[in-house]
């Protein structure tokens, strides 16, 4: 079962960068897109970008665009987030996920328990 | 960027009853779209995919239907642990995969 873990600092300060990892495991990282998603407390999802395994395939939401890095590093099985100059606008429960597969008879995603990030000085 | 609309914002059902989610894009996006669910603490759960497949493990009372700009989620007889929020997402058109705004389904 492949199981992801978010991990990376609950406290940012306004005009820093958020920097959050996803660790795979139970399962191969390559193969998948990965993804992460956010949720302002008491709001509704919000996707912030993905990444396929190799990295070479990589998009971002145009309204984060300017301020998103995703990045993967296969050997750690580990996919990265980087939001640079925060408000208190990012404030916000963060997820990783992974694309929803449909082989092997049916339909399924895998998503980390999620990370709040608090932006705050 | 495709804005996805969900109605109504909260729906009150008893248990047992049948519950019916709607979903509005403001453009096609044919069948890709999915429906998931989400608990109070918990990451949200992939119900539906393709806009009518149940995801693995997901009991048979979930149905979706729907294409184009219309969909909706059908619990036939909702019981205890139905009751959450419920998302619509598009994943045809990026940038970005939108969500709707979710439909809280609370017991009457």
Do not use: H
Not at chain 1, 16 to 40: A, D, K, N
């Amino acid at each position: 079962q492949v199981q992801l873990q978010e991990s990376g600092p609950g406290l940012v300060k306004p005009s820093e960068t958020l920097s959050l990892t996803c660790t795979v495991s139970g399962g191969s990282i390559s193969s998948y897109y990965w993804s992460w998603i956010r949720q302002p407390p008491g709001k509704g999802l919000e996707w912030i970008g993905y990444i396929y395994y190799s990295g070479n395939i990589i998009n971002y939401n145009p309204s984060l665009k300017s301020r998103v890095t995703i990045s993967v590093d296969t050997s750690k099985s580990q996919f990265s987030l980087k939001l640079s100059s925060v408000t208190a606008a990012d404030t916000a429960v963060y997820y990783c996920a992974s694309e929803v597969d449909c082989s092997g008879g049916g339909c399924k995603d895998y998503w980390g328990q999620g990370t709040l990030v608090t932006v705050s000085s | 960027e495709v804005v996805m609309t969900q109605s109504p914002a909260t729906l009150s059902v008893s248990p047992g009853e049948r519950a019916t989610l709607s979903c509005r894009a403001s453009q096609s996006v044919s069948i890709n779209l999915a429906w998931y669910q989400q608990k109070p603490g918990q990451a949200p759960r992939l119900l539906i995919y393709g806009a009518s497949t149940r995801a693995t493990g997901i009991p048979a009372r979930f149905s979706g239907s729907g294409s184009g700009t219309e969909f909706t989620l059908t619990i036939s007889s909702l019981q205890s642990e139905d009751f959450a929020v419920y998302y619509c997402q598009q994943y045809s058109n990026w940038p970005p995969y939108s969500f709707g705004q979710g439909t809280k389904l609370e017991i009457k």
